[in-house]
């Protein structure tokens, strides 16, 4: 059974950063592809970042392109999410995602709340 816990979330002001983590257990780590995807209260789960198994390529949502990192540590068999210049608009739950012969995978999500 694939587990997946966010840790890092928390209440910041605008300008501040902030560093997910999600750790991952039940499955080789090394060969997944794994994402971050938020949802603000009201609205739709969205994508945010994914990082690739095969080269570490990471893809960023334009709303955080240049504010966050995607990195994994394969030993660790974590995926971390850093972000920077946090904005009010970044407020939102942030999930954990992995996908495995087309099941999605999600962890119960971390609150990340930016305000002043």
């Known amino acids: 059974q694939v587990q997946l816990i966010e840790s890092g979330g928390g209440a910041v002001q605008p300008g501040d950063s902030l560093r997910l983590s999600c750790a991952v257990s039940g499955r080789t780590f090394s060969n997944l592809a794994m994402a971050w995807f938020r949802q603000a209260p009201g609205k739709e789960r969205e994508f945010v970042a994914v990082?690739?198994?095969?080269?570490?390529?990471?893809y960023y949502a334009d709303s955080v392109k240049g504010r966050a990192t995607i990195s994994r540590d394969n030993a660790k068999n974590t995926v971390s999410l850093q972000m920077d210049s946090l904005k009010p608009e970044d407020t939102a739950v942030y999930y954990c995602n992995t996908r495995i012969f087309g099941r999605s995978y999600w962890g119960q999500g971390t609150q990340v709340t930016v305000s002043s």
């Open positions: 990082i690739r198994w095969i080269d570490a390529s990471p």
